[in-house]
């Protein structure tokens, strides 16, 4: 082997690697020319998300629709969740709730409801009601008062509520997960600040269908500590189900009820129940295989 030449080689894809990081970094003479692509770059650019197949209907041999909650406060989930502050980072870093925020405000996102079933389309008016609040203290600033903004910010969603199909796909013959929504889990805006009411409960803000948001989310890179140089973005880790979710509801019977519906004031035979699903689950693609 031209050991020579493999380490030639080797250094290249390395550089050109570190020059996707953050493009022009290693070239620019001004702060202004960082992130800044050349002509032939743009060109040669198609980092786009990976279009999903076509599913035919006739290929699903089963499907279950299941809602998850993905806690903010686990440290494998901490890539959603910052950074919290934009003042000391990059612009393509945004936490996974101000990068769904910016894509509505920019109308690149325009599929975003009001339940996780599409029902009722909402738009930016709908959403600053549940996201910002002047409150008016006594009488506000024309009486002599003062006003108070309350907004719900990144560091205040503790949370995401994601729906999905688990489906078995019978001509390729495997068990595949497709993610259908995402919702902000956040505050009620109206008590914040309030003394008097103490609500630590968290409410869907609004739900995003996540095929139209994909273009937005696979824009936003979230921070690779292993390697800097191979930024991941939100699309490729909400896809590859890198996160931890407890199954909170699941298509059934009932009106699709939740888990805490049926099963009141005892955390641990939740969390039972939940297993239970996700048990039963994966055991459908094993029983498909049983004759």
Do not use: C
């Amino acid at each position: 082997m031209n050991w020579k030449r493999f380490y030639m080689v080797t250094m290249v894809l390395a550089t050109s690697f570190v020059g996707n990081a953050q493009a022009n970094l290693l070239n620019a003479s001004k702060v202004e020319e960082i992130g800044v692509k050349n002509q032939n770059e743009i060109d040669a650019d198609d980092d786009k998300p990976l279009p999903y197949g076509y599913i035919s209907d006739r290929d699903v041999l089963w499907s279950k629709v299941v809602w998850e909650f993905v806690d903010l406060n686990q440290k494998i989930n901490l890539p959603y969740y910052y950074p919290i502050d934009t003042t000391n980072t990059s612009n393509t870093r945004r936490s996974l709730f101000d990068t769904l925020m910016k894509g509505i405000k920019d109308g690149k996102i325009t599929e975003v409801y009001d339940d996780s079933y599409f029902t009722t389309r909402i738009g930016m008016k709908e959403i600053k009601q549940k996201t910002y609040n002047l409150r008016e203290v006594d009488g506000g600033e024309a009486n002599g008062g003062y006003s108070d903004p309350y907004y719900v910010q990144s560091q205040d969603i503790k949370g995401y509520l994601i729906k999905g199909i688990w489906y078995f796909d019978k001509r390729q013959g495997e068990l595949k997960y497709r993610m259908l929504a995402i919702a902000p889990m956040g505050p009620d805006v109206q008590v914040m600040g309030v003394e008097e009411i103490e609500d630590d409960d968290i409410y869907e803000l609004f739900w995003v269908f996540f095929p139209d948001a994909r273009d937005v989310l696979h824009a936003s890179k979230v921070f690779n500590p292993k390697n800097s140089a191979h930024p991941i973005s939100y699309d490729n880790l909400l896809n590859a189900r890198r996160f931890n979710a407890t199954v909170v509801k699941e298509e059934n019977l009932y009106g699709d009820r939740k888990i805490s519906d049926y099963i009141r004031g005892n955390s641990l035979f939740q969390l039972l129940e939940a297993d239970r699903i996700k048990e039963g689950i994966r055991n459908r693609e094993m029983d498909m295989w049983n004759y």
